[in-house]
């Protein structure tokens, strides 16, 4: 009794997408035609859905509702095809307010097993990694704000991340973050007590914040050009 699935992949998505992952193989390497059965779970339940089918056009019907995909009886050194379609939640990636998901990897197991009973059961798995790359965003709340306020940012891969704020004049008047490297993507939070440069308190009326991000090559370089976000906050008396 020998079955298998293969490969442990992963994929990288943006906002609105699903990961496709329809190239999934199970074999049966034993002696004898067997019956394989095989569902999938997360490593950390992070509320993404998940959809286990036969790939291509065999249609698959949970007749029982146990969630797990029936393959039935696999002759022996005979491969199937599955496809696992992994979708983030909807909400994920949105910074507006002040509750958001930082949750951008997912890491889920796809198994199999035999149909023999409990105590001589054999198992396989898959490894499967989904990673959601946001695009490019910030945000501050509370906003208006009086005093402290926090940044809330995403960006879509590791890089250099520089954050500074102006009054409307264009002065610079605080640097947050200066060529901060992050070794991933995702979304971070960066807190302001509302001062300046010197520790005085400005005066209120609207300024603007700037996110510059750089992002780092393979070769752990840096691309020649940053992209930049330009927004406005109220500060209140």
């Known amino acids: 009794v020998d079955i298998k699935i293969w490969p442990d992949t ?9 990961a496709v992952y329809d190239s999934l193989k199970v074999a049966n390497y034993g002696e ?4 394989i059965s095989c569902w999938t779970a997360p490593l950390q339940d992070l509320g993404w859905d998940a959809e286990l089918t ?14 797990e995909l029936d393959l039935g009886e696999v002759k022996t050194l005979d491969t199937v095809f599955l ?6 939640p909807e909400d994920l990636g949105y910074i507006v307010g002040e509750e958001f998901d930082t949750s951008v990897v997912e890491l889920r ?14 198992r396989d798995s898959a ?6 790359e946001p695009g490019l965003d910030i945000h501050n709340y509370p906003n208006p ?11 879509p891969r590791r890089g250099q991340v520089t954050l500074r704020i102006y009054n409307r004049a264009g002065e610079h008047i605080r640097t947050l973050l200066s060529d901060k490297e992050l070794k991933y993507g995702g979304i971070f939070e960066e807190p302001w007590d509302g001062l300046t440069e010197n520790g005085k308190e400005p005066s209120p009326g609207v300024y603007l914040y700037v996110l510059e991000w750089r992002e780092q090559k393979d070769d752990g370089s840096y691309v020649a050009f940053k992209k930049r976000i330009v927004k406005k906050a109220l500060l209140e008396p």
């Open 83 to 88: 496809k696992l379609v992994v979708k983030p």
């Open 127 to 132: 490894l499967i990694t989904t990673v959601y």
């Open 54 to 67: 036969f790939s291509g056009d065999k249609p698959f019907t949970d007749t029982d509702n146990d969630g």
């Open 109 to 122: 197991y796809v198994w199999v097993q035999t149909g023999f009973a409990a105590d001589t059961l054999v």
């Open 10 to 18: 992963a994929m990288i998505i943006g906002p609105g997408e699903s």
């Open 145 to 155: 704000f009086s005093g402290p306020t926090t940044f809330v940012y995403t960006i």
């Open 32 to 35: 004898y035609p067997d019956t």
